[in-house]
């Protein structure tokens, strides 16, 4: 199939939006009608380049099929995220997918490359800068600092007796220890902050090098850094000591000598606080659909299928009877995992979640434990496994939060049915949030009709769907109730029943 020649689609143009577009400004990466040409060649902000579009097509480098060798992908499957020929088509695999132009999906990536250099170029790449040339001043900061401790010691240790020396020494070894420690915390983080420039500066030239290349396959294959470097360092906070003098007694000498005041290092998270005003990038203002739409629908095997986990685009892990799935968008099954106890009835994962590692953690209400799957060896271990005083607590729920750390939904077994939400480090509690301010339950008793959803969200908050309560009751890191969301007040719907 020629694309140049085949039936398409009318390219329109990029400015009106209303004309056939015949020409291509290879500079802007823009369709042009010939009304508009003259127009977009006013511009002089720009070296422009304007071709017909037909001799910029065939300047792109079509990839080959990857399943037909003699054939040149000149079609995107959307479903199946690869570029496909005519006998991809022809063979049925993608019957019910959406398929575009290759040469569309191009130009939807050279446009997604600009707003990625823009980014980086005039919002990520000067925050960064900006990090790095105060880590100087703090270091100033620290040694002005010390030199003032020191005089102090010095100054008030002239007054005192010879006894203290010993004790003035062991002070001034105090606040050499305190700047080594503070400057071993500020140097590795200007060293990462500079390996990350460095890599934003490469990444740069990678896209510029990008953006002027006409080959697809290279340009298809860009993955975006940009999440990651969004992610700015954070901005170390220490309180620098003091040093208090007191009056002299010579019975209490080390006790009133003076002490330095405690020091801990605290990070102040900036988190994503880049500006993306320009890159067209605004996820508040999205809106909400008053009705969901349908844009892939997987079929599985799993009978029933209790939860579903996305681990990418264009992947997602499911859970139904024993079994631990994975399926792409195309219903391919890519791997399968058994759980722990294999046939064992009560043994049915129904919740799982994907820690960073990508692995998978599901809870076992019957033998109450929290266990992994190690996605590459398809080996279960268990991770929490609640004893003693705890033995009266079921995990029915899990989510792996931005840290790394694990939240629990817990129900008790006797008459009361509470409901918790436990945090874990590793194997380690660090938190666990039942009650509000007032000592209230935060959560509706435990039960069949009172099933619970757990998820963090951007803000790093707890979201709990509780159907018992017809609720989804938010807290913040701390456990502290933030609101309780029941549904519109204006709503006609009758009451809310989150199940999700």
Known sequence: MDS???????????????????????????????????????????????????????????????KHPTKQCEL???????????????????????????????????????????????????????????IPVQKADLSKNSQELTTAINKQGKVWHIEIDTIITNLKSDVEEIESKYLVVLNKQEDQITRTISEITQTIADIKKLLNSNDVSLVSEYKS???????????LKVPLPNFRSREIHTDQLTELFGSLSAVSFT????????????????????????????????????????????????????????????YNTCDNQMKSIQTKSGSKPKDIAKDIAITKSGDIVYPDEDDRTVNIANTCSAQIQTMIRLRGWMWRWIPVNVCSTNSGDLLVVMNSDDNDKQTKVVRYSGLTEKQSIQF?????????????????????????????????ARAVVVVNQAGKLRFSYTGPVSSTKGKLYPSG
């Open 4 to 66: 140049k020649n085949s039936a398409q689609d009318v390219v329109r143009c990029t400015l009106c939006h209303a004309s056939v577009a015949p020409m291509y400004c290879e500079a802007c990466h823009l369709q042009l009608c010939k009304d508009c040409v003259e127009k977009h060649l006013s511009d002089s902000s720009t070296v422009h380049n304007v071709v017909s579009l037909k001799q910029y097509l065939a300047s792109l480098n079509y990839p080959k099929c990857r």
């Open 76 to 134: 995107h499957c959307k479903q199946c995220n690869s570029p496909i020929c005519v006998l991809c088509i022809s063979s049925g695999e993608h019957i019910r997918h959406k398929q575009i132009d290759i040469s569309k999906t191009f130009e939807n990536k050279k446009e997604f490359l600009q707003k990625e250099l823009q980014e980086l170029e005039k919002s990520i790449y000067p925050k960064y800068k900006e990090i790095a040339s105060n």
């Open 225 to 235: 850094k940009n999440a990651e470097f969004r992610r700015l360092p954070p901005t």
């Open 267 to 326: 990070s102040e998270k900036q988190g994503c606080s880049v500006s993306t005003q320009g890159t067209d990038y605004k996820p508040q203002d999205r809106l909400l659909r008053n009705k969901p739409r349908v844009t892939t629908t997987v079929n599985t095997s799993c009978r029933p299928l209790y939860d579903v986990t996305c681990l990418n685009d264009t992947e997602m892990w499911m859970c139904g009877n024993d079994m631990l799935n994975l």
């Open 436 to 468: 509000n301010d007032k000592g209230q339950p935060l959560y509706s008793p435990g039960g069949i009709f009172s099933t619970k959803y757990i998820s963090e969200n951007r803000n790093l908050d707890i979201c709990v769907s509780d159907r018992g």
